[in-house]
């Protein structure tokens, strides 16, 4: 069996928002900003800014429910640019529309499955391929994909 999903967005109440601060004297960032991988999220950052993870600091409020909205540094990035640049706190809150355009979705998926089972219905056996489609940049997505293989079978113990 061939199955296919499309991209979608996850749509959570809650949209991308934050608030960054940027003290030149220490050369630390702080933000204020929902994320769901709290140190994948310093650690882009980190990266991205050329700063050691050390220098920024992000505080996590609560978060609400995001399916994977909120995986990938999207805010965060523009806060931190903004802070340092203006040398003043920002704020940056996205309006629905610029959050279905400008922010990760869920990844298509091709799961080719051929499954086992006996006589009386049992599975037995499960051989699973998962394509996702990731695009050109990776993010999160191995981990979506890995996600995948794991849940395919749903709740049965093969």
């Known amino acids: ?7 979608l967005d996850q749509v959570p109440l809650q949209v991308e928002a934050g608030v960054g601060f940027y003290d030149e004297e220490s ?16 650690a882009d950052m980190a990266q991205s800014l050329g700063l ?6 992000i505080i996590q409020p609560v ?7 909120k995986e990938d540094i999207s ?8 802070a340092m640049e203006t040398k003043r706190p920002v704020k940056l809150t996205y ?3 610029e959050s279905m355009i400008a922010q990760s979705k869920r990844h298509p998926f091709i799961i080719r499955m051929k499954t086992g089972v006996t006589k ?22 191995l981990a979506v994909v890995h996600k995948g293989m794991y849940h395919c079978t749903g709740p049965y113990n093969i």
């Not at 933000?31 to 140190?39: D, E, F, G, N």
């Open 1 to 7: 069996n061939e199955y296919r999903t499309s991209f």
């Open 27 to 42: 050369k630390t960032i702080k933000l204020w900003s929902a994320t769901q991988w709290l140190h994948d999220t310093q």
């Open 120 to 141: 009386k219905g049992y599975l037995t056996a499960c051989q699973v391929e998962v394509i996702g489609d990731t695009g050109a940049y990776a993010s999160s997505g």
């Open 95 to 97: 309006t629905r529309e």
């Open 63 to 69: 978060i609400g429910g995001a399916f994977g909205k």
């Open 75 to 82: 805010v965060h990035i523009y806060l931190a640019l903004a």
């Open 52 to 57: 050691p993870k050390e220098k920024i600091r």
